[in-house]
């Protein structure tokens, strides 16, 4: 049966996917959207630091004001939603079904998700950023626990690996995975001062549209493309290149001829990667037919008879008939996000979610660095972050970019080094230090087997 299906199942035993929503930004306003035109899907409460932010996201999502609950019980009773800055007010009844994170704060929304694991309640994570950081262990807890932790579809991570499942299930062996974006190599020392430019938004349209600079600038300098190429990395077992990603330009129709190794002509170190393609030539200019908002996945012909298929239907394949492409043009981020709460709610399926730790996004630094500066982290003036084997970083105890704003400085440091965790005045105690330990000590030695080959 469909997920709209098995939701009206639910909807007509009088049991609505009860869920909350932690994060009250862009992202949480385009699910709430959509979220209440499914019937049988009960937004039990919105939570945010700011209850007025949380209350205006709800108005622009369509809900009338009468929808909102004076408390969480009164939501329960009366299928209305509460609004509130405490996740744990919501999670303490044990009777929510589903979370869905989207904090963008990777420290709070490791928090979320452990607390939510605890009450037996499943987690969607579209905080992608907890995801690199810690999702192989948080994947791990949610499988001890009995729940589903899963990527949030509609975020370009979760639609990677549908794209990667669905050649493995054809038996294709896949030879790349990613994404486009916009990017040239000098983007990677951007900073929020710079960003509208490169964007082409004025600092007024900026203001006026109360848009984040830092989170522009995460786009635009590579760390969020590090981010999410981690996230599908470790839930797909497809590796990092060794000198990280090299967004090559590349349209939709050029895919399979770029994204081949470089033995055949492309570009890829090796078969079975992950790599961002850019929307803009080196020089530039528009790349034609970009995938700028898009997925892409590409495979190889396993035989003659499947080379000569993929001619016969139409596939858009390198000069040599072997490498195609699969993509999707476009992504809709939050409007697409009770595809997973659905999935996890009434299948206990994820829609992506780290089986192993296969790569890492690292600290490095944007410019020169001295004792005493103090790390913004993510999309900020002093690091971007560089996409790794997640090997290296345990070996050499590299800082994550999750870990690396707040902190100062210990040493000298050149610019595009890679910072160390020895580098920074990282508290001896920071819980998120030691899971991270804890994470590379589990997985170690449990690398990801392919579906195929």
Known sequence: MPLAGELAARQAQGRPIRVALVGAGKFGTMFLSQARRLRGLHVVAVVDLSVERARAALAEAGWPAEQQASSV?????AGTTRLTDDPEEVLATGELEVLVEATGNPAAAVGHAQSAFRQGC????ATAEADALLG???AHEAEQADVVYTMAYGDQPA???????????CGFDVVCAGKGTKYLPRYRFSTPATVWDDYGISRDEAAAGDLNPRMFNSFLDGTKSAIEMACVANATGLRPHSTGLGFPPCGADRLAQVLRPEAQGGTLSQPGTVEVVSSLERDGNPVANDLRWGVYVTFEAPNEFVRRSFREYGLATDDSGWFAAMYRPYHLIGLEVSVSVLAAALRREPTGAARALVADVVATAKRGLEPGDELDGEGGFTVYGTLVDAASTGENDALPIGLASGVRVRRPLAREAILRLADVDLPADDPLVAMRRAQHSLFAQRPVEPAVG
């Open 122 to 125: 499943h987690v969607v994570m």
């Open 73 to 77: 019980l009164e939501a329960l009773g």
């Open 136 to 138: 192989p262990l948080l």
């Open 159 to 169: 639609l990677i690996c549908e794209l990667v499942e669905w050649a493995q299930a």
